[in-house]
Nanobody
């Protein structure tokens, strides 16, 4: 079963950038769509971005379009989230996910443990 361990979170000023990484514990993603969710204190978990295994189709939440980029390195079994032009509203715990993309969200079969992203104003 795929296991996910996120890294790359931290503290950054508004306008800055971070790159989150999520290596999977398998040689391949084995047919899973991959994605990212986030959850801020007192808020529901929000879909951020997802990519399909079959054809690389990508979908982003409106709040991050033009700023965030999801990508996958199949050789390394790693999914990335490049976050640019960060805003304080992006502050949240970010979770790598494996499942099935069902726009505008995804069905999640496996959650990572999360990595904290904090954006100062």
């Amino acid at each position: 079963q795929v296991q996910l361990v996120e890294s790359g979170g931290g503290l950054v000023q508004a306008g800055g950038s971070l790159r989150l990484s999520c290596p999977a514990s398998e040689r391949t993603f084995s047919g899973y769509d991959m994605g990212w969710f986030r959850q801020a204190p007192g808020k529901e978990r929000q879909f951020v971005a997802g990519m399909t295994w079959s054809n690389g189709n990508i979908h982003y939440a409106d709040s991050v379009k033009g700023r965030f980029t999801i990508s996958i390195d199949n050789a390394k079994n790693t999914v990335y989230l490049q976050m640019n032009s960060l805003k304080p509203e992006d502050t949240a715990r970010y979770y790598c996910t494996a499942g099935r993309l069902t726009v505008p969200t995804m069905i999640v079969h496996r959650w990572g443990q999360g990595t904290q992203v904090t954006v100062s104003s």
